[in-house]
């Protein structure tokens, strides 16, 4: 079935660092790639929609200058969390979608436990 | 509003079937979804409907949607340990490209 790699699985970083989390594809091509992030014990929450060559749209209360996303190939979107300070510590998960096939063909990454101290 | 809601927790025998509960807000949704995501992992696709039918089964899983009350459930029959995890349930909105979860359901399996 469809893998989606994602990497690194855990990281913990300075406050003031910056942390790019990568979402891979591996055996298919995917247009769109989605950005969640998950609270202990809660739901993914929507961050942000990665299309291929075009900017990300940002789901309302997410600050794009902080959360920057890049969907540079069909196969790679990258999430660079800037500056990062502890209330960005989080779970995060990206998905992917299958070129040209509907939602059902959505994939998720294993996500990314950032901690930030 | 978007809106999905399920119980928070859910414990079973080993063996019997457990059934998780969730409702949606979203009447025009095309797809609802079940993942299921074990402890630091991300999420798997357990199984989809498809919004003009009533159910679908899939080994041990039974998935039932009553649109009108905008009710879905999924079963697990032959609950095993290995079942042990949280269930989310997730509808796509309207549009398509959005798919909103659930607080997600923590299934316990006791031996």
């Known amino acids: 079935g469809a893998v989606v790699s994602q990497h690194p699985s855990r990281v913990i970083c300075k406050s003031g660092t910056s942390v790019k989390i990568e979402c891979r594809s591996l055996d298919f091509q995917a247009t769109t790639m989605f950005w969640y992030r998950q609270f202990p014990k809660q739901s993914l929450m929507l961050m942000a929609t990665?299309?291929?060559?075009?900017?990300?749209?940002?789901e309302q209360g997410v600050e794009k200058d902080k959360f920057l996303i890049n969907h540079a190939s069909l196969t790679l979107s990258t999430l660079t969390v800037a500056s990062a300070h502890p209330e960005d510590s989080s779970f995060y998960i990206c998905?992917?979608?299958?070129?040209?096939?509907?939602?059902?063909?959505?994939?998720f990454g294993s996500g990314t436990q950032l901690s930030v101290l | 509003g978007e809106d999905v809601e399920q119980s928070l927790f859910l414990s079973v025998r080993e063996g019997d079937s457990s059934v998780i509960n969730c409702t949606y807000t979203?009447?025009?949704?095309?797809?609802l979804y079940w993942y299921k995501q074990e402890p630091g992992a991300g999420l798997q696709l357990l199984t989809y409907?498809?919004?003009?039918?009533d159910m679908k089964q899939d080994q041990r899983l039974t998935v039932l949607l009553n649109k009108k009350d905008k009710h879905l459930s999924l079963r697990i029959a032959d609950t095993q340990t290995g079942d042990s995890a949280i269930y989310f349930c997730a509808e796509i909105l309207s549009g398509g490209n959005k798919l909103v979860f659930g607080a997600g359901t923590i299934l316990r399996v006791k031996s």
């Open positions: 979203d009447s025009s949704s095309t797809y």
């Open positions: 998905s992917a979608r299958e070129r040209g096939m509907a939602n059902e063909k959505l994939f």
């Open positions: 990665s299309n291929e060559g075009s900017k990300a749209t940002y």
């Open positions: 409907i498809f919004s003009n039918m």
